[in-house]
Antibody
């Protein structure tokens, strides 16, 4: 079955960067975009943007412009989301999901904790 | 940006109840709306897309309606497995904001 498996939890200091991976399996990787969504503790869902693995095109939410980079490695069917200049309010679970409009399959989530 | 507003934020109900959640968009999004269910510690799960189309495998007690700026998610007969948080999301334009969520509790 279609699977998206994310990398493990991270603890970072303010100002640092984090890179979360999302490995896809059991479907043609380049035929679906990957969307990233985050959820702060006890809060709702925040759309971050997406990447098209076929051509590398991206669309980032204005809130993250300049701090986020999404990339893909088609040889390993893996998508990466890097967030820089971390702040305490970036503490959240970060999800990848298949699709760029409706997202039909989600990864398990990666907890990123930003703390000094 | 298109803002999404859900109501109520919390809904108390009992097994067997019919419940309706409302989602309003700040601009016309036609029928480009999805509904997701999220349980504690889990990723969201797609229920409805294009406002009223049931995702494969989702029980038929879930239904969606509306177009333009006002949408509804209805659960015809609430089951114990349905106690969760529900989110709407517009995908008419970027950024694809979610609503604030509706917690359905006993």
């Amino acid at each position: 079955q279609v699977q998206l498996v994310q990398s493990g939890a991270e603890v970072k200091k303010p100002g640092a960067s984090v890179k979360v991976s999302c490995k896809a399996s059991n479907y043609p990787f380049t035929t679906y975009g990957i969307t990233w969504v985050r959820q702060a503790p006890g809060q709702g869902l925040e759309w971050m943007g997406w990447i098209n693995p076929d051509n590398g095109n991206t669309n980032y939410a204005q809130h993250f412009q300049g701090r986020v980079t999404m990339t893909t490695d088609t040889s390993t069917s893996t998508t990466y989301m890097e967030l820089r200049s971390l702040r305490s309010d970036d503490t959240a679970v970060y999800y990848c999901a298949r699709g760029t409009t409706v997202t039909t399959k989600w990864g398990q989530g990666t907890l990123v904790t930003v703390s000094s | 940006d298109i803002q999404m507003t859900q109501s109520p934020s919390t809904l108390s109900a009992s097994v067997g109840d019919r419940v309706t959640i409302t989602c309003r968009a700040s601009q016309d999004i036609h029928s480009w709306l999805a509904w997701y269910q999220q349980k504690p510690g889990k990723a969201p799960n797609l229920l409805i897309y294009k406002a009223s189309r049931l995702e494969s495998g989702v029980p038929s007690r879930f239904s969606g309606g509306g177009s333009g700026t006002e949408f509804t998610l209805t659960i015809s007969s609430l089951q114990p497995d349905d106690f969760a948080i529900y989110y709407c999301q517009q995908y008419n334009s970027y950024p694809q904001f979610f609503g604030g969520g509706t917690r359905v509790e006993i």
